[in-house]
């Protein structure tokens, strides 16, 4: 597993017009990574727009750690460490924050060369795609021999089916 790798990767990427690359940002290959990566969780994009918030950016409020730590039931500021404790890796199919909502698909296309990376170097034993640009992405990369697991992205569930998150907390935690 070489992290330095995918972040490097993304680091020299300038195949888009973007704000900034939070993964590189915040160190999310060096700092968050598990020793082995069980489950590999494969959402959207970093928010679209001059934003903060960031799975990742511990010192900002983020609207997706509050839901996992809903899912989770445990405290938001806990999240990370709930989920490298148990092997699980968060990424985005889009790794650079999009300027607005209307360049995530033309990034996703762009990015798929770092999530296949990601996916040959981490190994994960599982991958979960949440939401639809996350299925389009794991669905052209036609990945062979790790199970995939398709579900709704966990905003969208908050938003509109909150009886379902816990059922992307079964499946993401594999009980």
Known sequence: MNPRLIE??????????????????YHVYKRFLPGIVKVLVVSESPPP??????LYNLDHSDRLRKVLARIFNIPSTEVINYLVKNNIFWTTA???RPISK???EIMRRNCLYILDLEIKELKPRKIIALGT???KSVNELRIENIPIEKHYHPLYLARFHKNNLQSLRSLILGD
Do not use: M, Q
């Open 49 to 54: 727009g001059n934003k903060s918030d960031y």
């Open 133 to 135: 640009i996350a299925r």
């Open 102 to 104: 209307k360049y995530i």
């Open 94 to 96: 889009v790794k650079c």
């Open 8 to 25: 490097k990767t993304i680091a020299s990427c300038k195949k888009c017009i973007f704000i900034d690359k939070p993964p590189c940002i």
